[in-house]
């Protein structure tokens, strides 16, 4: 679906009046919470395609369970093993996008005769949720959405490609000094549409390691998502939770030779660094510092189960044995999860528990949570 020039630039003025309201400047987490989720405006917010194979029909990236139904089927075991163990009956999936990932598993666990009460959606995105009801019609009896999380829940919780979306603050070293990366634009009031500019300013802020070296240096910190996984932490009275995404531990992340950040925009399968322009059309990310993950988990009281590679993790799950009963184009699609060039090395998976430890089938082998 074609967004209208009229919706990108009332969501230009948007930001432009929060602009001028913060005095000519605003934090990157805040524009990018802005492009993103701004009601009716924000690209998670209106009803572009998103999510496809092909830029043909508009899409903007695939993620795993578009690429693949054996994602979510191999995924799946893992889901049950956890739910048997924690002795709980739901599950709750994190940002759903097109519900592929949601019939996947509510087919598997079906078939596998796995108790389910109930699968909950929390998604923020109307559009997405409207979606997502057509394609999970048959499980209407058990699908619910919500917008919110209540004070306590249990069972286990999934996010595919979730924390990548989080706003992040950005931090640049500049002969030395470092600031606070953010956003101006040039008459926030007039009639025309604005145009963003970067503007640092001074901060007390730091990454949370020390970078090697006196070059410039352009980076991100987490502080919405650790704040989400604390704030998860605590509601989550018992179950478990698997995370799936881009990114790398602390040590990587702010490795001297990452010097221009993480951040990056998706728009008709095409990626660039700009997340100034075109603001509304295009995805925005960052790459997941899953140390930081980790320890905020662990800060608010969960254990971490496990860490690697999402083609470890698929293939401890049942990988093989799936991709070897498929047919050839089933299988050719299925190696692009588990490819080094492709998602298998770059995307990992954190899994993590209320309670004591236990053996997840995901981190059998392989496991790199030592790296963490």
Request: hydrophobic share 40%; aromatic share 10%.
């Amino acid at each position: 679906m074609k967004i209208p020039h009229s919706l990108t630039s009332t969501l230009a003025r948007h930001i432009a009046k929060t602009i001028a309201d913060s005095k000519g400047w605003i934090g990157f987490d805040t524009f990018m919470a802005q492009a993103l989720y701004t009601p009716g405006l924000g690209y998670y917010a209106h009803d572009s395609t998103k999510f496809g194979a092909m830029p043909q029909a508009g899409s903007d990236f695939v993620t795993a369970p578009e690429m693949s139904r054996l994602f979510g089927q191999t995924l799946a075991a893992q889901v049950a093993q956890a739910l048997h163990v924690t002795q709980t009956h739901e599950v709750w999936e994190f940002g759903a996008g097109s519900g592929a990932l949601a019939l996947q598993l509510l087919d598997t666990l079906a078939a596998l005769g796995v108790p389910l009460q109930r699968y909950t959606i929390v998604d923020l995105s109307g559009s997405l949720r409207a979606r997502q009801q057509l394609k999970l019609e048959k499980y209407a009896a058990v699908v619910r959405w919500v917008s919110e999380l209540p004070d306590t829940m249990q069972g286990v919780v999934v996010g595919n490609e979730v924390l990548d979306a989080m706003p992040v603050k950005l931090l640049s070293r500049i002969k030395g000094e470092w600031f606070e990366r953010g956003v101006t634009c040039d008459s926030p009031l007039a009639d025309a549409e604005p145009e963003f500019y970067w503007q640092d300013r001074p901060t007390d802020l730091r990454p949370p390691v020390d970078v090697e070296g006196e070059h410039d240096y352009l980076t991100e910190i987490h502080q919405q998502g650790e704040s989400f996984i604390r704030t998860l932490a605590d509601k989550l009275t018992q179950g478990a939770a698997f995370f799936i995404d881009y990114g790398f531990p602390e040590n990587e992340y702010f490795h001297p030779q990452r010097h221009m950040g993480t951040v990056m925009c998706h728009f008709l399968h095409k990626s660039d660094p700009d997340p100034l322009t075109n603001v509304g059309l295009k995805d925005i990310t960052a790459h997941v510092n899953f140390t930081g993950i980790a320890l905020a988990a662990q800060e608010a009281g969960l254990e971490v189960l496990g860490y690697c590679t999402q083609a470890r993790f698929l293939f401890n799950c049942g990988l093989g044995p799936l991709m070897d009963a498929s047919e050839l184009a089933v299988r050719a699609m299925a190696q692009r999860l588990v490819m080094e060039h492709e998602m298998g090395e770059l995307f990992k998976v954190v899994g993590l528990t209320k309670g004591a430890p236990w053996d997840a089938i995901g981190f059998a082998q392989g496991d790199r949570t030592h790296t963490l």
